[in-house]
């Protein structure tokens, strides 16, 4: 059954750990995901873009699929479905779906409205027992062309945004979508400490976990983040495997063209990322 990221978020930040969240697009990455989380007894939440919503044919496919897996595969670690970068709409489509959890990204809205708008859902996901992220300070991409440092949140916005019952928040601390560039400043551990010093137990958000070094990482965890966010390190890792098995021509030998032979070396590659950051972020063993 799916459960709520509260608890295993509250668990990780008072253990000095992260919980990965690992986002899908379709079956092969969802079944890749359950398997290593229970594998190694981590918690684990998945994670869904409107983007990938739609692809995957919409938010209630989405639910059944990840609720047959969680039955069939004999999944027992804890495991949130949750919408990723939500709309307010989006939110209300996915808590309507089935999903566990959702982030209302309103760091495009002025902070008042980013307020009015995550406290009605805070209403809303409170009395279906789902959790809340929320988001302070934008976090780039390198689609946006932004290169550097990455925007750092406000302090003092995101103990507003903390104080109003949010689950877990997400604050920019030069901390950017995608790969980073060469030129990158690395994360702003200032900008880190002041937001905890403010928000307490509140569980903090890494976002674009792809390529920020270890030492980073783990930093940043003594620093009060409990959920990091993976996804183009997942996408990279599958396309390279993807890509070795046509070079090395594997499509055309025998019964190779199967897609559950072509798509086997990407599933496996995917399994290796997901341990390899469980590793990492300490969540390994933690799921009871
Ligand atoms: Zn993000």
Not at 13 to 35: C, D, H, M, S
Not at 60 to 65: A, I, L
Not at 117 to 137: D, H, P, Q, W
């Amino acid at each position: 059954m799916l459960v709520s990221a509260a608890e295993m978020l509250k668990k990780a930040k008072a253990g000095k750990y992260a919980v990965g969240q690992f986002n899908i697009n379709n079956l092969e990455w969802t079944k890749a995901i359950l398997l290593t989380a229970q594998e190694l007894n981590s918690p684990v939440i998945l994670g869904v873009s409107e983007g990938a919503g739609k692809y995957m044919a919409g938010y209630k496919t989405v639910v059944g699929m990840v609720n047959g897996m969680l039955e069939e595969l004999n999944i027992t670690v804890p495991v949130a479905l949750h919408l990723d970068h939500g709309s307010y709409d989006g939110c209300m489509k996915c808590i309507e779906a089935g999903f566990s959890s959702v982030m209302f990204d309103g760091s495009h809205y002025p902070i008042e409205e980013n307020i009015a708008k995550t406290t009605e859902l805070i209403n809303i996901t409170r009395e279906k027992g789902m959790s809340l992220e929320a988001e302070v300070g934008s976090i780039g991409g390198e689609e946006d062309g932004v290169v550097g440092k990455g925007e750092c949140a406000d302090p003092n916005e995101c103990k507003s945004i903390a104080d109003l019952g949010v689950t877990m928040l997400a604050a920019g601390i030069g901390n950017i979508h995608g790969k980073y560039p060469a030129n990158w400043e690395g994360l702003s551990f200032e900008t880190l400490d002041a937001i905890q010093q403010l928000t307490g137990e509140m569980p903090l958000v890494l976002h674009g976990g792809t390529g920020i070094p270890e030492d980073m990482i783990k930093k940043a965890i003594s620093l009060g983040v409990a959920k990091i966010n993976v996804n183009t390190e997942c996408q990279l890792a599958f396309a390279a495997a993807t890509r070795g098995y046509v070079e090395a021509g594997k499509d055309l030998e025998g019964k190779g063209f199967d897609p559950r032979k072509l798509l086997a070396p990407g599933f496996d590659a995917i399994k290796a990322t997901v341990k390899e950051k469980m590793e990492l972020f300490g969540s390994v063993g933690k799921a009871c």
